[in-house]
């Protein structure tokens, strides 16, 4: 049974930085691709950023430049800097994996997910 439980999610004020963690456990394989998704309510949950089994990755147009996407295989932990954070990055966060997709954005194409971690951004 794979699960994801994020973390380090929290209130900042623009123009600051958060670290969020995935902490992945019930496989070992580091051939998964993972990714970070973001919701705010009554919207569709979008894409973020996700990385492959290479290191390759892949960013919404709306971060690129401010979020890092990275992961330790030895911790199975998946990691999202979000550096120069706005108002319009509030919104709750998860992290996916799936062992088919390599560092596609589609929330679709992912089979695993967290719980969520809440990120609020104010001005």
């Known amino acids: 049974q794979v699960q994801l439980v994020e973390s380090g999610g929290g209130s900042v004020q623009a123009g600051g930085s958060l670290r969020l963690s995935c902490a992945a456990s019930g496989y070992t394989d580091s051939s998964y691709g993972m990714g970070w998704f973001r919701q705010t309510p009554g919207k569709k949950r979008e894409g973020v950023a996700a990385?492959?089994?290479?290191?390759?990755?892949s960013y919404a147009d709306s971060v690129k430049g401010r979020f890092t996407i990275s992961k330790d295989n030895a911790k199975n932990t998946l990691y999202l800097q979000m550096n120069s954070l706005k108002p319009e990055d509030t919104a709750m966060y998860y992290c996916?994996?799936?062992?088919?997709?390599?560092?596609?954005?589609?929330?679709?194409?992912?089979?695993?997910w967290g719980q969520g971690t809440q990120v609020t951004v104010s001005s």
């Open positions: 990385i492959d089994s290479a290191n390759t990755t």
């Open positions: 996916a994996a799936d062992p088919l997709v390599d560092y596609g954005l589609g929330p679709y194409e992912y089979k695993y």
